[in-house]
């Protein structure tokens, strides 16, 4: 992250604390008033990313990455082919688990 670009943070998280709309113009006087120089798009990307993003939804998010796996439930009761699908993953993982003790009969190990 560049200099420029956290202080245009800074001054965004600032104007939206005091309930102040963030706009290109103010970030750019608080950063002009910290004497921090900044490339000149900076402020309006940030005003921007503010018109169109809730920020304090960013800001609760902030670890919480992007685009992970998404577990889906199995279907209960109806379909008579659900409780064979839902068998299926699990026979695939036993032998995925029955490779992993195989190798440990073999007579080495990761220290030997």
Same mark, same amino acid.
Request: negative net charge.
């Given at each position: 992250?560049?200099?420029?670009?956290?202080?245009?943070?800074?001054?965004?998280?600032?104007?939206?604390?005091?309930?102040?709309?963030?706009?290109? !113009?103010?970030?750019?006087?608080?950063?002009?008033?910290?004497?921090?120089?900044?490339?000149?798009?900076?402020?309006?990307?940030?005003?921007?990313?503010? !018109?169109?993003?809730?920020?304090?939804?960013?800001?609760?998010?902030?670890?919480?990455? %992007?685009?992970?796996?998404?577990?889906?439930?199995?279907?209960?009761? %109806?379909?008579? %082919?659900?409780?064979?699908?839902?068998?299926?993953?699990?026979?695939? /993982? $036993? $032998?995925? /688990?029955? $490779? /992993? /003790?195989?190798?440990?009969?073999?007579?080495? %190990?990761?220290?030997?």
């Amino acid at each position: 992250m560049s200099f420029g670009e956290l202080a245009c943070t800074y001054a965004a998280l600032i104007l939206h604390d005091d309930g102040i709309p963030v706009t290109a !113009e103010k970030i750019a006087t608080l950063v002009k008033t910290a004497n921090v120089t900044v490339d000149s798009y900076w402020p309006s990307l940030f005003a921007k990313l503010c !018109e169109k993003r809730n920020i304090d939804d960013l800001v609760t998010n902030v670890g919480s990455g %992007g685009g992970g796996a998404v577990a889906v439930a199995a279907p209960t009761g %109806g379909a008579g %082919g659900a409780p064979a699908a839902a068998a299926a993953p699990a026979a695939v /993982e $036993k $032998k995925e /688990e029955e $490779k /992993e /003790e195989s190798d440990d009969d073999m007579g080495f %190990g990761l220290f030997d």
